[in-house]
């Protein structure tokens, strides 16, 4: 793979990194709420997360619409991600299989996200989402398949308006969408199977 002097590059080893991201993905949807250690790539342009955009490289390839959130749409973050997995970008989040945002402020209403329908509910967006860490702020509690009676989980970087959403997708289920929250460290997954309680 030939790189161009001002692009960044993606994993190290890019088959093994992907397959170790992919499974921590999966691990951190399976268990609900519990943080999954996630090496990330250092060297993802600004203002992208390290594991942010392993999560992305991993999770994304040229079949897979992406929308880019303020403040990641930009030259620099577009052009890393069409390079590192030729997923085509869209400037309408209601069009995304997957959604990235660094924050839940910038990220676009997640009842407008594709939610997909009775008869294919897995053709659904996944939102990736960066926070700074767990386990600070107002802890919620998680219920359901993956956990086995109540788990608490909080974060500091996610706020009111964020669960009210979740909760409402929750309601959609077995549509809605899946949620992986990228920490400094370590993913969290919120699959839309979970019901949240504040």
Known sequence: MTLTNDLSPGFDEPVDGAQRTFRAVLEALSRPGVPVPL?????????????????????????TSVYLAPPLAIESVRRYIAFHTGAPIVSEPGEADFVIALADRDMPDVLQLKAGTAEYPDASATLL??????????????????????????????????????????????????????????????PRSTSIAV
Do not use: Q, Y
């Open 39 to 63: 090496a990330g790539i250092d060297s993802a342009p600004a203002p992208m997360k390290p594991t942010l955009a392993a999560a992305a490289l991993s999770l994304l390839d040229h079949e």
């Open 129 to 190: 989402l960066g926070i700074s860490g767990f386990g600070t702020g107002l802890p919620v509690r998680l219920s359901g398949p993956g956990i086995a009676d109540t788990r608490e989980f909080s974060s500091g970087d996610l706020t009111d308006d964020f669960w009210t959403h979740a909760r409402k997708n929750h309601t959609r289920f077995p549509l809605g969408i899946d949620v992986i929250l990228c920490g400094p460290e370590s993913v969290v997954g919120l």
